[in-house]
């Protein structure tokens, strides 16, 4: 099974800090999913901790982060990280990051079969929260 983890069911996206994730991806090592969708407060520093500590992450969703910027996406990896969500995040660059790190552009609709078998079957609920 997966590690996963979403804040939302700790804390209010609007009351996640940096510092908080911070914490969370140093401790957790192991995750394989990580959903901060629409946490604004969130910026770069976020991104390159779970760059530097997160090397198993196969899925990040970042959805509504309006501080995260294209320099710190492009720094995770394409080689490990098989999915990001980012729409819409408006201080990334979709096409430059898609672009530079060889990742494809799905549809909506191809979102919940893509993360199936990106997850070798498994969803969140699946997970659950870790």
């Known amino acids: 099974m997966y590690m996963g983890f979403r804040f939302r069911h700790i804390l209010p996206p609007s009351d996640i800090s940096d510092a908080s994730v911070s914490l969370i991806v140093e401790r957790c090592r192991n995750l394989r999913l990580l959903n901060l969708s629409n946490c604004a407060r969130l910026t770069d520093s976020t991104i390159l901790a779970i760059a530097e500590h997160c090397l198993n992450l196969k899925s990040l969703t970042i959805s509504g982060c309006r501080r995260i910027t294209t320099t ?59």
């Open 72 to 130: 710190s996406i492009m720094r995770l990896g394409s080689d490990r990280i098989g999915w990001v969500g980012m729409s819409p995040c408006p201080n990334v660059s979709f096409p430059e990051v898609c672009k530079t790190a060889n990742w494809k552009v799905i549809n909506t609709s191809e979102v919940p079969q893509f993360h199936l078998q990106l997850m070798g079957g498994q969803s969140w609920d699946d997970v659950g929260t870790a």
